[in-house]
C-alpha cells in the first residue's frame, strides 16, 4: 500500500513562491500523482495531477500559469512548483496517488479519482 508524505508548506506573502514535495513509499513510475487542496469552508479541489501513463498534466484554472508540477521517479518524490501566491491559495494541500489505464488525467484530478492521501501540508498566504 502506498505512503504519501507532503512537506513544503509553510507561510508565504503574497507574490511569493513554495515548492511541496510529495514523497510516495511503494511507489512505481506508473502512478499518477495529484495535488488537491481544500481553504476552511470550501470543497477540495483539483489543483493539478501528472499522469504515470504518459506524463500528461493537468491544471485547474486558479492554477495554470503560476503551478507546475514535475515528478523524479528515481526519488519517488512529485513536486508542486508555486509561484505568484495569491491569498485565495491559503488551503491544506494534499497529494494523492493511483494508477488506471482508462480514466483521463483531467477526470482524476477534477473528480477526486485517486485511492491513497496524504496527511496533508499546510499553505498559508497573507501579508
Known amino acids: 500500500q502506498l505512503q504519501l508524505v507532503e512537506s513544503g508548506g509553510g507561510l508565504v506573502q503574497p507574490g511569493g513562491s513554495l515548492r511541496l514535495s510529495c514523497v510516495a513509499s511503494?511507489?512505481?513510475?506508473?502512478?499518477?500523482i495529484g495535488w488537491f487542496r481544500q481553504a476552511p469552508g470550501k470543497e477540495r479541489e483539483g489543483v493539478s495531477c501528472i499522469s504515470g501513463r504518459d506524463g500528461s498534466t493537468y491544471y485547474a484554472d486558479s492554477a495554470k500559469g503560476r503551478f507546475t508540477i514535475s515528478r523524479d521517479n528515481a526519488k519517488n518524490t512529485v513536486y508542486l512548483q508555486m509561484d505568484s501566491l495569491k491569498l485565495e491559495d491559503t488551503a491544506v494541500y494534499y497529494c494523492?496517488?493511483?494508477?488506471?489505464?482508462?480514466?483521463?488525467?483531467?477526470?482524476?484530478?477534477?473528480?477526486?479519482?485517486?485511492?491513497?492521501w496524504g496527511q496533508g501540508t499546510q499553505v498559508t498566504v497573507s501579508s
Open positions: 511503494g511507489f512505481t513510475s506508473d502512478y499518477s
Open positions: 494523492a496517488a493511483d494508477r488506471t489505464d482508462v480514466i483521463t488525467i483531467r477526470s482524476m484530478c477534477v473528480w477526486g479519482l485517486f485511492g491513497s
